[in-house]
């Protein structure tokens, strides 16, 4: 896998000041992302996943947000420091996202034909007609029926999964290089969810775009990404390839999540493995490991000093003072 | 959406019904309309009597509604006080439009309220526009804005002016804008009337008049409009679909105006739909003050001396209105919000 | 190997590291004093209150209705610090008399209201059917018509009826009854609509299904179960609408049919001021006019306040 370098994040630092103190959501974290290459960043809500790459598009309200240090690298400009202007073209261009939810996401009182011509006339100059027909060839594209007809169509008459499909179509209408996708497929059913992954693959295929995609589902992950990121309170805990990470996790929160699936071959009457303890609280500076509160193998160690990212395998990295098969310190 | 038209005008009829009993039997109280009819001589008996039933006084109530309502053009009325009943009812009633006659000017009270009306809807529409663009304008400015000292500065002035008493606005722009910009040798502003009786009735001398008592009106609900209209904006501007547009790279501007915009102002069409009872009540004072010749002084006038026929019209009308102005409300924001579908 | 912070420090449970929980009347109390605003209007209201009332015990009622015609419309000075009124009575001593009449007119007007808007709220949105289509009519209809209107009409349907009020000692105007009276029933009708679609919302919920069952009576739960749920939006409503009620007495006072002589209110204060405005007697409107401006302030203030304590979710403004 050599291809050429797109974005690499280093040392990204975001906090929010509120009225109820400082919230310390990306506590500096790092990674690499080439072209045409797939990123799952996988984590439990909280911790930092989405706040991470709304800071790399500029996109977090400046007071009360605020990057504290770090850079991200996006074709030798430090996309953390660029002027606004400049960061709109970027933006829908270049990079472009997925969110979530595409009800709330979708501008409800004008037409996904609107919402989609509208980048097309002003990325890529297009007249209003020949956004038109793009946007329809677009529609099409990603598998949405009638789409001529469908234009002048408001968000509230699509269902769940159409309207997921139209914001695909929305972001990757100026051909962009990087698609960050939020949790697109957790509001909608799992059949549906199927779909859109199924979809995505096909468009990447057929475009080569890299991706961020970020999911607290570990099941979406195995047949989608490249590598894998997870992160914890606002830290990267362990950094692998896909096969890596399912074959081999060495982190314990890793484990924890995988044995947290529930899964069909299990004995039945056996007890769904959960984390015991709470969510981190952000509110406070991280000292020491911030899993070590949660961790079956927590030495004190941990409790004291922050491990930093050490590989232990060929591109695989992980935080931590332990080795997880034998229980002693590394 | 025309049935749902029509379904609301059908319901619009009971309601006024309703209103029309109510205002009648509550006019019939409020005093003697003969006891100012005769001028400085006491008027005589006789006349009285006769004038008594004339104006079908000496019926019981639901009578004289029912005249009211459909006239007495169809019977006879009893003049000369003999028991026998010989001479024609001329009355049409108000649903055939006839509202009466006023008691104390003799002429129809119709014919009375069209020559103030135009005068009060003038006020009205200047007043409108001025708060409607001031509150987009203010509102969308503070929400942009917001935790700036600017926002600040206008939050706390918005609520003073939103607290003050209209007659206070008023006196005190008569007080500088007249008084003291006259003593100061500066252009000063009339407080009096629609336009100096020299000049003659331009439409520089009434728009000149008329700044001094719309701007008083408007400030007040300048302040609470822009307000909502901030809190509208901020709401919309958290919103998801905001998030999405910036991440289009569409520019600030753009995604102000077209996407937050259409969202945020949607509120403001109830605002003002519903605005005018408001709109209505403020202007019989501010009429008042500055001695505008508009319906809210002749309400008031002829309320004061008993006059029921106008009273009435005056109140039907406005019921009316406000009955329209709501419908149209409805239906502008289903127009505008397509998620809204009335069936 | 480089670590956030080298230094030891103790252990902490996981527990420790999370804030308390809050009651929810502590949560409330917080967001309340929060709002500076709130605060200041508060203590602006309590300033009022002292002034009207404890006033009084500086200032007698005779000084208020002392007539002097010499010395009318004079200007703020030593002597009549807030001036002289078109028959020389002192406006200072007339605006906390004054006040006493207005703030109690606030009061009980919201009194009446909220009485009136609980009662056939409840009644439309917990019985429903028949009972709220006709009193739901009946709020629409009185709604249309614009309070002033309906506030002039009926204070010249009353004005005269109700004798002066002798109590503690001192004579009230009747038309103090007729001025609460009148404006609390036109202003119920908001607070009714409001009332109602609590109830609709909350008769369907599972704990009155099961007062219900319990064969608990109609009254009961309707007092008892769902009122106290919904007292948020009324309790803001209820605070707005005293300074509505000072606002809606000091109009028809000011247009001279309200409160009468011989008890004067902030509003009243003012009937003749048009007459003089040419004069430049600004102390004549613009003390009562300042002190119902300050009290309908301070109101908002405090329901605003209030509206983000109790019901953060709806902030309309």
Same mark, same amino acid.
């Given at each position: 896998m050599?291809?050429?370098?797109?974005?690499?994040?280093?040392?990204?630092k975001?906090?929010?000041?509120t009225?109820?103190?400082?919230?310390?959501a990306?506590?500096g974290i790092s990674?690499?992302?080439?072209?045409?290459?797939?990123?799952?960043v996988?984590?439990e809500s909280?911790?930092?996943?989405?706040?991470s790459?709304?800071?790399?598009m500029g996109?977090?309200?400046?007071p009360?947000?605020?990057i504290a240090?770090?850079?991200a690298?996006y074709?030798s400009r430090d996309?953390?420091?660029?002027?606004e202007p400049e960061?709109?073209?970027?933006?829908g261009k270049?990079i472009a996202?997925?969110?979530?939810?595409?009800?709330?996401s979708l501008?409800?009182?004008?037409?996904i034909?609107?919402?989609i011509t509208?980048?097309l006339?002003?990325h890529?100059?297009?007249?209003?007609?020949v956004?038109?027909r793009r946007?329809?060839e677009?529609?099409?594209?990603v598998g949405?029926?009638?789409? $001529?007809?469908r234009?002048?169509?408001?968000?509230?008459?699509f269902s769940?999964?159409?309207?997921q499909?139209?914001?695909?179509?929305? $972001?990757?209408?100026c051909?962009?290089?990087?698609?960050?996708a939020?949790?697109?497929?957790?509001a909608l059913?799992?059949?549906i969810? $199927?779909?859109?992954v199924?979809?995505v693959?096909r468009l990447r295929q057929?475009v080569?775009?890299a991706?961020?995609?970020?999911?607290?589902?570990?099941?979406v992950?195995?047949?989608?990404?490249?590598?894998?990121?997870?992160m914890?309170a606002?830290?990267?805990?362990?950094e692998?390839?896909?096969d890596?990470?399912?074959?081999?996790?060495?982190?314990?929160?890793t484990l924890?999540?995988l044995a947290a699936?529930p899964r069909?071959?299990?004995?039945r009457?056996q007890?769904l493995?959960?984390i015991?303890?709470?969510?981190?609280n952000?509110?406070v500076e991280?000292?020491?490991?911030?899993?070590?509160?949660?961790?079956?193998?927590?030495i004190d160690?941990?409790?004291t000093?922050?491990?930093s990212l050490?590989a232990?395998?060929?591109?695989?990295?992980i935080?931590?003072w332990?080795?997880?098969?034998t229980?002693?310190p590394? | 959406m025309g049935?749902?038209?029509?379904?609301?005008l059908?319901q619009?009829i009971p309601l006024?019904?309703?209103?029309?009993?109510v205002l009648?039997?509550l +006019?019939?109280?409020i005093?003697?309309? %003969?006891?100012?009819? !005769? !001028?400085?001589?006491?008027t005589?008996?006789?006349?009285?009597?006769?004038l008594?039933?004339?104006l079908?006084?000496d019926?019981?109530?639901?009578?004289?509604?029912l005249?009211w309502?459909?006239?007495?053009?169809w019977?006879k009325?009893?003049?000369?006080?003999?028991?026998?009943?010989e001479?024609?009812?001329?009355?049409k009633?108000v649903?055939?439009l006839?509202?009466?006659?006023?008691?104390?000017?003799?002429?129809?009270?119709l014919t %009375?309220i069209?020559?103030?009306?135009?005068?009060t809807?003038l006020?009205m529409?200047?007043?409108?526009l001025v708060?409607?663009?001031?509150?987009l304008?203010?509102?969308?400015?503070?929400?942009?804005?917001?935790?700036?000292?600017?926002?600040?500065a206008?939050?706390?002035?918005s609520f003073? /002016?939103y607290?003050?008493? #209209?007659f206070f606005i008023a /006196?005190?722009?008569?007080?500088i804008?007249?008084?003291?910009?006259r003593?100061w040798?500066?252009p000063y502003f009339?407080?009096?009337?629609?336009?100096e009786?020299?000049t003659g009735?331009?439409?520089?001398?009434v728009?000149?008049h +008329?700044?001094?008592?719309v701007?008083?009106?408007a400030?007040?609900?300048?302040?609470?409009?822009s307000?909502?209209m901030?809190?509208?904006?901020?709401e919309?501007?958290?919103?998801?679909y905001?998030?999405?547009a910036?991440?289009?790279?569409?520019?600030?501007?753009?995604?102000?105006?077209?996407h937050?915009l259409?969202?945020a102002s949607l509120p #403001?069409v109830?605002?003002?739909?519903l605005?005018l009872p408001t709109l209505l009540g403020?202007? #019989?004072?501010?009429?008042?003050i /500055?001695?505008?010749?508009?319906? !809210?002084?002749?309400f008031l006038?002829?309320v004061?001396r008993v006059?029921?026929?106008?009273?009435?019209? #005056?109140?039907?009308?406005?019921?009316v209105?406000?009955i329209?102005?709501?419908?149209?409300?409805d239906?502008?924001?289903?127009?505008?919000d397509?998620?809204?579908?009335?069936? | 190997?480089?670590?956030?912070?080298?230094?030891?420090?103790?252990?902490?449970? *996981?527990?420790?590291?999370?804030?308390p929980p809050l009651?929810?009347?502590?949560?409330?109390w917080r967001?309340? =004093?929060?709002?500076k605003m709130?605060m200041?209007?508060?203590?602006m209201?309590?300033l009022l209150?002292i002034?009207?009332f404890?006033?009084?015990?500086?200032?007698? @009622? *005779?000084d208020?209705n002392l007539?002097?015609?010499a010395? =009318?419309?004079?200007?703020p000075?030593?002597?009549?610090?807030?001036?002289?009124?078109?028959?020389g009575?002192?406006?200072?001593a007339r605006?906390?008399?004054g006040?006493?009449?207005?703030?109690?007119?606030g009061?009980?007007a919201?009194?009446?209201?909220?009485?009136?808007g609980?009662l056939?709220?409840?009644?439309?949105?917990y019985?429903?059917?028949?009972?709220?289509?006709v009193l739901?009519?009946?709020?629409e209809?009185?709604?249309?018509i614009p309070q002033i209107f309906?506030?002039?009409?009926?204070a &010249?349907y009353?004005?005269?009826?109700v004798?002066n009020?002798?109590?503690?000692? =001192?004579?009230?105007s009747g038309?103090v009854?007729?001025v609460?009276v009148?404006?609390? *029933?036109?202003s119920?009708?908001?607070?009714?609509?409001?009332? =109602?679609?609590?109830?609709?919302?909350?008769?369907e919920? @599972?704990?009155?299904? *099961?007062a &219900?069952?319990?064969?608990?009576?109609a009254v @009961?739960?309707i007092?008892?179960?769902i009122l106290?749920?919904c007292?948020?939006?009324?309790?803001v409503?209820?605070t707005?609408?005293?300074?509505a009620?000072?606002?809606?007495?000091s109009?028809?006072?000011?247009?001279?049919?309200?409160?009468?002589?011989?008890t004067?209110?902030?509003?009243?204060m003012l009937d003749s001021a048009?007459?003089?405005?040419? @004069?430049?007697?600004?102390?004549?409107?613009g003390?009562?006019?300042?002190l119902?401006?300050?009290a309908v302030?301070?109101i908002?203030?405090?329901?605003?306040?209030?509206?983000?304590a109790?019901?953060p979710?709806s902030?309309?403004?």
């Open positions: 050599d291809r050429p370098l797109l974005l690499e994040v280093n040392d990204l975001t906090r929010f000041h009225a109820e103190g400082t919230i310390y990306v506590n990674y690499v992302l080439h072209e045409g290459e797939t990123l799952a996988v984590g909280g911790c930092g996943k989405s706040v790459v709304l800071s790399i996109l977090i309200p400046i009360p947000g605020q240090s770090g850079s690298i074709r996309l953390l420091k660029m002027a960061m709109e073209k970027v933006r270049e996202m997925v969110f979530q939810d595409p009800m709330t501008n409800p009182v004008l037409t034909g609107k919402q509208e980048s006339e002003k890529m100059a297009m007249g209003h007609d956004a038109v946007t329809v677009l529609l099409e594209w949405l029926p009638d789409p $001529a007809r234009l002048g169509d408001y968000p509230h008459q769940g999964g159409m309207r499909r139209v914001m695909i179509a929305m $972001a990757l209408a051909g962009p290089t990087l698609l960050i939020d949790e697109p497929t957790t059913d799992v059949t969810q $199927a779909q859109i199924e979809l693959i057929e080569g775009m991706m961020i995609w970020i999911t607290h589902d570990l099941g992950v195995a047949g989608l990404a490249d590598r894998v990121i997870v914890y606002g830290f990267i805990v362990e692998a390839d896909v890596s990470l399912y074959e081999d996790p060495r982190h314990p929160y924890a999540l699936l069909v071959d299990r004995r009457h007890r493995k959960s015991q303890g709470a969510p981190p952000l509110l991280p000292h020491g490991c911030p899993f070590a509160p949660r961790c079956e193998r927590v160690r941990c409790r000093e922050n491990p050490q232990v395998a060929p591109r695989h990295r935080a931590c332990i080795d997880v098969q229980g002693e590394r | 049935r749902y038209i029509i379904r609301r059908l619009a006024l019904f309703i209103i029309s009993i009648f039997v +006019m019939q109280n005093g003697d309309p %003969l006891a100012t009819m !005769g !001028g400085r001589r006491p005589r008996k006789e006349d009285r009597e006769r008594t039933r004339q079908g006084l019926k019981p109530v639901y009578v004289q509604y005249y309502l459909i006239g007495n053009d019977t009325v009893d003049l000369d006080g003999d028991g026998v009943a001479t024609q009812g001329r009355r009633g649903l055939r006839d509202f009466g006659t006023s008691l104390i000017e003799k002429r129809p009270a %009375l069209g020559e103030r009306l135009p005068n809807l006020l529409g200047a007043y409108e708060v409607v663009i001031g509150a304008a203010v509102g969308i400015y503070s929400a942009v804005r917001q935790y700036s000292l600017t926002d600040h206008i939050t706390a002035l003073i /002016f607290s003050m008493p #209209i /006196f005190l722009s008569m007080q804008f007249a008084l003291d910009f003593r040798g500066l009339p407080t009096v009337g629609m336009f009786p020299e009735k331009t439409a520089g001398q728009a000149w +008329m700044i001094l008592p701007a008083s009106l400030l007040i609900s300048l302040a609470g409009y307000r909502y901030r809190g509208s904006m901020l919309v501007l958290n919103q998801d905001i998030r999405t910036k991440s289009k790279g569409l520019g600030r501007r753009y995604v102000l105006l077209v937050a259409k969202n #403001i109830t605002i003002v739909g605005d403020g202007a #019989i004072v501010t009429e008042r /500055f001695a505008w010749p508009g319906m !809210g002084r002749l006038d002829h004061q006059d029921t026929p106008v009273v009435m019209a #005056i109140l039907m009308l406005v019921s209105a406000v329209i102005f709501q419908l149209l409300t239906i502008t924001y289903a127009w505008l397509p998620r809204i579908r009335y069936d | 190997m480089s670590s956030e912070a080298a230094t030891a420090i103790p252990q902490l449970k *996981a527990d420790e590291l999370e804030a009651t929810l009347r502590q949560l409330t967001r309340f =004093r929060r709002h709130a200041f209007g508060v203590a209201l309590v209150f002034y009207s404890g006033g009084a015990f500086f200032v007698s @009622e *005779a208020a007539t002097e015609t010395a =009318r419309l004079q200007p000075s030593a002597a009549h610090p807030f001036g002289t009124d078109t028959v009575r002192d406006i200072l605006t906390i008399y006040g006493q009449i207005s703030l109690i007119i009061l009980t919201m009194l009446v209201e909220v009485i009136l609980i056939i709220g409840a009644a439309a949105g019985f429903g059917g028949w009972i709220d289509a739901m009519r009946f709020t209809a009185v709604f249309v309906l506030l002039i009409v009926m &010249k009353f004005g005269g009826k004798p009020i002798e109590l503690f000692g =001192r004579t009230f038309s009854v007729v609460i009148i404006i609390g *029933a036109t119920w009708m908001y607070l009714a609509r409001i009332v =109602r679609a609590e109830f609709i919302s909350l008769k919920r @599972e704990f009155i299904l *099961a &219900k069952a319990t064969g608990t009576p @009961e739960v007092f008892s179960h106290p749920n007292m948020a939006p009324i309790i409503s209820a707005l609408a005293v300074a009620a000072i606002l809606a007495e109009y028809i006072s000011f247009l001279g049919l309200g409160v009468q002589a011989p004067a209110t902030w509003g009243n048009i007459n003089y405005i040419d @004069e430049g007697a600004w102390w004549y409107w003390f009562p006019s300042l119902i401006l300050l302030l301070s908002n203030f405090l329901g605003d306040g209030l509206r983000d109790l019901d979710h902030r309309a403004v």
